[in-house]
Nanobody
Framework: QVQLVESGGGLVQAGGSLRLSCVAS????????MGWFRQAPGKEREFVAT????????RYVDSVKGRFTISRDNAKNTVYLQMNSLKPEDTAVYYC?????????????????WGQGTQVTVSS
């Protein structure tokens, strides 16, 4: 089992920045890819970003490209999501997830473990 705990969410004005963190514990040796998803009120959960085990490969949903950066520190079993130039439409609960399979994941069913989520609210 792997446990994930997110932190760093909060309330920020449009144009501001936040940095989310997600710390993994338990059987961390089984982790390969990591990712961030988000779910806004009344909407389905959507993919935001993913990163390979080495950190050399990253992918983003089009709506956050150039504004968000995913990174990881394997020594700390932590993945980060730096969010800049935030917009009101970025408001959502943000979840980190890990997958034990090789390759990147873009769908929630491709991930094996999930955190409890952290709220991000962007005011206009």
């Amino acid at each position: 089992q792997v446990q994930l705990v997110e932190s760093g969410g909060g309330l920020v004005q449009a144009g501001g920045s936040l940095r989310l963190s997600c710390v993994a514990s338990g059987r961390t040796s089984s982790i390969y890819g990591m990712g961030w998803f988000r779910q806004a009120p009344g909407k389905e959960r959507e993919f935001v970003a993913t990163i390979s085990w080495s950190g050399s490969i990253t992918r983003y949903v089009d709506s956050v490209k150039g504004r968000f950066t995913i990174s990881r520190d394997n020594a700390k079993n932590t993945v980060y999501l730096q969010m800049n130039s935030l917009k009101p439409e970025d408001t959502a609960v943000y979840y980190c997830a890990t997958r034990t399979g090789y390759g990147l994941g873009y769908r929630d069913y491709e991930y094996d473990y999930w955190g409890q989520g952290t709220q991000v609210t962007v005011s206009s």
